[in-house]
């Protein structure tokens, strides 16, 4: 079996101070819209979001 190798992902609480913003701002616009600004976790097996860090980094860094 091969292992894939990603980058860990940001919880909530972590991608919210990474990109300035409450987490709740990020809960709230998963909840309306599905994603925030076109970045959408995935739920983890234990119910904690699970941010996709090279996404987020993007958003930080205009898309580079």
Do not use: F
Request: glycine share 8%; hydrophobic share 35%.
């Amino acid at each position: 079996m091969q292992e894939t190798s990603r980058r860990p992902g940001y919880s909530t609480e972590e991608a919210s101070r990474r990109l300035h913003v409450k987490p709740q701002t990020l809960r709230a616009a998963l909840c309306r819209d599905g994603h925030y600004l076109g970045v959408a976790p995935r739920k983890m097996a234990n119910r904690m979001l699970d941010w996709p860090a090279e996404k987020i980094d993007a958003l930080m860094t205009g898309g580079r």
